[in-house]
C-alpha cells in the first residue's frame, strides 16, 4: 500500500541549493578557475561527459586510503570511488609497492606476460560462468566484444538491452540509457531511442528494447522476433538508476526465457564484479549466464575489463572466427595490479569489512529516514548502496523517472561542503571500500542527519 508522502517544501530546497552552491564556490575557486580554462582545450572542459556536472567539476589533486583532496585541498570521505572501481580504495600501500616495481620492468609490452595468465585463471575460479576470458580496458570494451561474440556465436544481428540500463558508450547499446518518457513509448514495449546524436539508423533497428523485472515483456519480444534476437544484455541488478534490485524469479525466468529461443545471456558485472560479492552476482543468485563482462574494481584502480563465458562461445576467437584485438590488451600494469588486487587484497577478511560498513552505513540511513518520515527508500547490495527520494522501491525505469533531481543536487552539494563525496548525480550509488573506517561512516551519517534536519525543519 502506497503511503502518503510527507511534503517537501520547494522553497527550502532551492535554499539550499542557492546557499549551498555559494558555499562550494567559496570552497573551490581553484576547481573553477582550472575548469574555465579547460574549456579552451576540451569539450566541457573534462575527458568524460559524466565529469561535466554542475556548478562545475571538481579538480582532484590526490587520494590516499578513503579520502580524495581536490585541487583546493579540501578533503573528502570518497564513496564515489571513480564511480565504483575503487573497492581497493586510494593508494593501497601493496599495490602502490608492486606498480612501483612493475614500471621499473616496463609499461607496455604489446607481447604476453606471466600475470595475464595468473590473472585470467583466478577470474575464472572466482567467477563460475567464467571457463574462458580474453582482457580488454574498459567495461565499455567488454560488452561490446561480448555482443560481436554473441552474434557470431547465434548467427543473428539483433540484440536485446533494458531500458535505463548502461552498458558503455558504443553505438549498440547507448539506446534507452535515459529517455525522455514523451519518447520512451509504451512501458510493456519501450521504443529504442538513441542516446546521443551520429548513432546509425541500422544500429538503433538491431537494439530492441525490454522493460526491467518483466519477463512476460521479454517472452512476448523474443517471440515477435523470433529467430533474430543473439542476446540479451543486462545487469542482473541495475546500477544506472540508482540500485534497481531483480524481483523474486525475474533473473531465472530471463534465464529460462532467453535459453527456450536460443538466445546467449549477457550478464553486465562491470559495476558490480567483486564489489557485490568475492565471486560477482552468480554468487548470489543462482542464475548462470552465457557470458559476463568485468571492469572496474577488479582492476585496483588500473584500467582493465574482460568478457569471457562458455569455452562453446569463447572458441570463435581461438578458430579466428570473431576477431578481438588491442595494443593495451593484458598490459603488465593492469595485470599485476589486478593480481595484487584479487589475491593479495581481497581476503575475506577485506571483503567483510567493506559490505560491513556499507550494511551499516544503509541501516543508518534508514533510521534517519524512518525519524523524519522521509519520502526516501534504501537499496544495498553487497559494498554499494544508495538512498533514493521516493518511498517505494521502483521495478523499472518509468517507476524511477519521476525521482526529483533537483532534491538529489541539494542532497550532493550538502554533502560534498561537509567533506562527503558522492558521484556526480540522481542515478548513481556510494561505494564504500576496503580502506574506510567506522569515523568515515559516522560522519557521513552525521551530515545526512543533518541535511533531512534542515530539509524538513
Known amino acids: 500500500m502506497?503511503?502518503?508522502?510527507?511534503?517537501?517544501?520547494?522553497?527550502?530546497?532551492?535554499?539550499?541549493?542557492?546557499?549551498?552552491e555559494g558555499e562550494f564556490r567559496k570552497r573551490t575557486p581553484r576547481s573553477h578557475e582550472i575548469h574555465e580554462r579547460a574549456k579552451l582545450s576540451m569539450p566541457m572542459g573534462v575527458s568524460s561527459s559524466f565529469q561535466a556536472v554542475p556548478p562545475y567539476p571538481l579538480f582532484i589533486s590526490r587520494a590516499e586510503g578513503s579520502h580524495i583532496w581536490d585541487y583546493d585541498g579540501n578533503e573528502y570521505a570518497d564513496f564515489h570511488l571513480g564511480f565504483g572501481s575503487l573497492l581497493v580504495g586510494h593508494s593501497h600501500p601493496l599495490l602502490v609497492e608492486a606498480l612501483r616495481e612493475q614500471l621499473g620492468k616496463g609499461s607496455l609490452y604489446s607481447l604476453p606476460c606471466p600475470d595475464t595468465v595468473f590473472l585470467a585463471e583466478e577470474l575464472v575460479r572466482r567467477f563460475a560462468p567464467i571457463e574462458q576470458l580474453r582482457f580488454c580496458n574498459s567495461g565499455t570494451e567488454a560488452t561490446m566484444d561480448a555482443l560481436r561474440l554473441a552474434r557470431a556465436h547465434v548467427g543473428r544481428d539483433k540484440i536485446?538491452?533494458?531500458e535505463g540500463s548502461y552498458h558503455g558508450h558504443h553505438d549498440a547499446v547507448l539506446m534507452s540509457t535515459k529517455p525522455p518518457i514523451d519518447a520512451a513509448g509504451p512501458v510493456s514495449r519501450?521504443?529504442?531511442?538513441?542516446?546521443s546524436k551520429g548513432i546509425p539508423s541500422d544500429v538503433k533497428s538491431n537494439t530492441i528494447i525490454a522493460p526491467y523485472n518483466d519477463a512476460e515483456a521479454l517472452e512476448r519480444i523474443l517471440t515477435e522476433h523470433e529467430g533474430e534476437v543473439a542476446a540479451v544484455i543486462t545487469e542482473a541488478v541495475l546500477m544506472n538508476v540508482g540500485i534497481m534490485l531483480p524481483e523474486e524469479g525475474?533473473?531465472?525466468?530471463?534465464?529460462?526465457?532467453?535459453?527456450?529461443?536460443?538466445?546467449?545471456?549477457?550478464?553486465?558485472?562491470?559495476?558490480?564484479?567483486?564489489?557485490?560479492a568475492p565471486g560477482g552476482i552468480t554468487e548470489l543468485y543462482p542464475v548462470e549466464p552465457d557470458l559476463i563482462c568485468l571492469a572496474k574494481s577488479i582492476g585496483g584502480g588500473m584500467p582493465i575489463g574482460v568478457f569471457g563465458g562458455r569455452e562453446e562461445v569463447m572458441r570463435h576467437i581461438n578458430h579466428q572466427e570473431?576477431?578481438?584485438?588491442?595494443?593495451?590488451?593484458?598490459?603488465?600494469?593492469?595485470?599485476?595490479?589486478?593480481?595484487?588486487?584479487?589475491t593479495q587484497i581481497f581476503?575475506?577478511?577485506?571483503?567483510?569489512?567493506?559490505?560491513?560498513?556499507?550494511?551499516?552505513?544503509?541501516?543508518?540511513?534508514?533510521?534517519?529516514?524512518?525519524?523524519y518520515d522521509m519520502p526516501m527508500h534504501v537499496a544495498q547490495i553487497g559494498a554499494k548502496g544508495c538512498a533514493m527520494f521516493r518511498y517505494?522501491?521502483?521495478?523499472?525505469?518509468?517507476?524511477?523517472w519521476d525521482i526529483d533531481m533537483h532534491l538529489s543536487y541539494a542532497y550532493w552539494l550538502f554533502l560534498a561542503n561537509r567533506g562527503i563525496l558522492f558521484p556526480p548525480g540522481f542515478d548513481d550509488q556510494w561505494t564504500v571500500s576496503i580502506q574506510h573506517t567506522?569515523?568515515?561512516?559516522?560522519?557521513?551519517?552525521?551530515?545526512?542527519?543533518?541535511?533531512?534536519s534542515e530539509l524538513t525543519r
Open 438 to 452: 567506522q569515523a568515515d561512516i559516522d560522519h557521513h551519517l552525521h551530515v545526512f542527519h543533518q541535511f533531512v
Open 392 to 400: 517505494e522501491r521502483a521495478r523499472n525505469y518509468r517507476a524511477w
Open 160 to 162: 536485446v538491452k533494458i
Open 190 to 195: 519501450p521504443n529504442s531511442v538513441p542516446a
Open 250 to 276: 525475474y533473473l531465472e525466468s530471463v534465464r529460462e526465457i532467453t535459453r527456450r529461443h536460443g538466445v546467449l545471456l549477457i550478464f553486465d558485472e562491470v559495476k558490480t564484479g567483486v564489489t557485490v
Open 347 to 371: 581476503t575475506p577478511e577485506a571483503h567483510a569489512h567493506a559490505i560491513g560498513l556499507s550494511k551499516q552505513l544503509g541501516e543508518g540511513y534508514v533510521g534517519i529516514i524512518e525519524e
Open 2 to 20: 502506497l503511503r502518503e508522502p510527507i511534503t517537501i517544501n520547494p522553497g527550502i530546497v532551492e535554499e539550499i541549493v542557492v546557499r549551498e
Open 322 to 342: 570473431v576477431v578481438h584485438l588491442g595494443t593495451f590488451n593484458g598490459n603488465p600494469m593492469s595485470m599485476r595490479a589486478g593480481l595484487v588486487t584479487l
